[in-house]
DNA sequence: AAGGTTTGCAACCGCGTGTGC
DNA sequence: AGCACACGCGGTTGCAAACCT
């Protein structure tokens, strides 16, 4: 499909543009039974013909079972223009305080929805701390904790460095956007102990009180066991992933993404083999590595 | 209804950084 | 200390859908 710049030469051969169904459900296997030590090794020991980076970037940001998705809420606007105002184009960090939002999402919102609003709503006002992204001088002045207070723990121990660092930028803040910042209702992805950023009177020292969870070792074990007890019918599965789970899209990824793709459900020749996806977009291509899956 | 334009977003690239040798 | 490799981040691109005329 040759989206963004030409080929380098080095992945001539590989495959390239949209991800088929196929290719997601291999990949997802693969990482659910090996995890993701080497993005380099991994396509080709999975037997995906796409660069590690292509392999990365579609986990990250579509396949990881811990997304989001959907519209963002006016919560989540709201921290991202918080949040950019302080930080500025530091996607990853913003990320990091949006549990099941990704940074590519978070860009491509900022750039298509909130980047208007934002200069809309306080013209001339911005003197943020971070660089003010794209020398954008209508960034809003952050509110400290009402940005942060829909932040919540991220995925794992891994996962708190960005958060560490926005702290260090927030103890950096000027002290009256402290003083001043008043907290946001409570985040809708706030909902377990693991609930890391300040507001709602938990603060760094709520931060720095994380759990340390090895989220590598057992992140897939925490996945297996709740799809068991899924299929088993039991409703009461945590929010291991911390991933919103109260919005009635919140399903089970695996079997969301197992539906999306028409490769679950007791009718599957009844499911649609391609088409437009609410969520994933498989524009078209099938069968291109259809079959032999590396289920096990 | 058809054609043109705009918008949304998935995917790619280059570069910076971290890590191991 | 220097080098090479791998990963992650941010910017950019282009397709497809939505919207407009």
């Known amino acids: 499909m040759g989206r963004g710049r030409a080929p380098c030469c080095a992945k001539v051969g590989l495959n390239r543009g949209s991800w088929t169904p196929q290719e997601d459900m291999r990949l997802i296997a693969y990482?659910?039974?090996?995890?993701?030590?080497?993005?380099?090794?991994?396509?080709?020991?999975?037997?995906?013909?796409?660069?590690?980076?292509?392999?990365?970037?579609?986990?990250?940001?579509?396949?990881?079972?811990?997304?989001?998705?959907?519209?963002?809420?006016?919560?989540?606007?709201?921290?991202?223009?918080?949040?950019?105002?302080?930080?500025?184009?530091?996607?990853?960090?913003?990320?990091?305080?949006?549990?099941g939002r990704t940074d590519n999402e978070i860009k491509n919102v900022w750039n298509t929805h909130l980047k208007k609003r934002a200069s809309e709503q306080k013209p001339g006002?911005?003197?943020?701390?971070?660089?003010?992204?794209?020398?954008?001088?209508?960034t809003p002045v952050p509110s400290l904790s009402s940005a942060s207070s829909s932040m919540t723990s991220s995925e794992g121990s891994n996962e708190l460095e960005p958060v560490m660092d926005i702290l260090d930028m927030l103890a950096d803040a000027p002290t009256e956007?402290?003083?001043?910042?008043a907290p946001m209702p409570t985040s809708s992805c706030s909902s377990s102990s693991l609930t890391t950023c300040a507001g709602g009177g938990g603060g760094v020292e709520e931060l720095l009180e994380l759990p340390d969870i090895d989220m590598d070792a057992d992140i897939w074990s925490i996945i297996d066991d709740d799809i068991a007890r899924l299929q088993q019918g039991d409703a009461t599965v945590p929010c291991t992933t911390k991933a919103?789970?109260?919005?009635?899209?919140?399903?089970?990824?695996?079997?969301?993404?197992?539906?999306?793709?028409?490769?679950?459900?007791?009718?599957?020749?009844?499911?649609?083999?391609?088409?437009?996806h609410d969520q994933i977009g498989y524009p078209g291509q099938l069968s291109e590595t259809e079959g032999d899956m590396v289920m096990e």
Do not use: M
């Open 125 to 138: 006002v911005g003197e943020s701390k971070g660089e003010a992204a794209d020398g954008d001088p209508d």
């Open 31 to 99: 990482i659910q039974k090996h995890g993701h030590a080497n993005w380099r090794a991994l396509p080709r020991q999975a037997g995906l013909l796409r660069c590690g980076k292509s392999c990365r970037l579609r986990w990250i940001n579509y396949l990881r079972p811990d997304l989001r998705r959907g519209n963002f809420t006016a919560e989540e606007e709201a921290t991202v223009i918080k949040l950019h105002a302080l930080l500025g184009n530091k996607w990853s960090k913003i990320a990091a305080c949006l549990p």
């Open 177 to 181: 956007a402290l003083a001043t910042a």
């Open 244 to 276: 919103s789970q109260e919005e009635e899209g919140n399903e089970w990824w695996l079997q969301d993404l197992e539906k999306e793709l028409g490769l679950w459900g007791p009718t599957e020749e009844s499911q649609p083999q391609a088409g437009p």
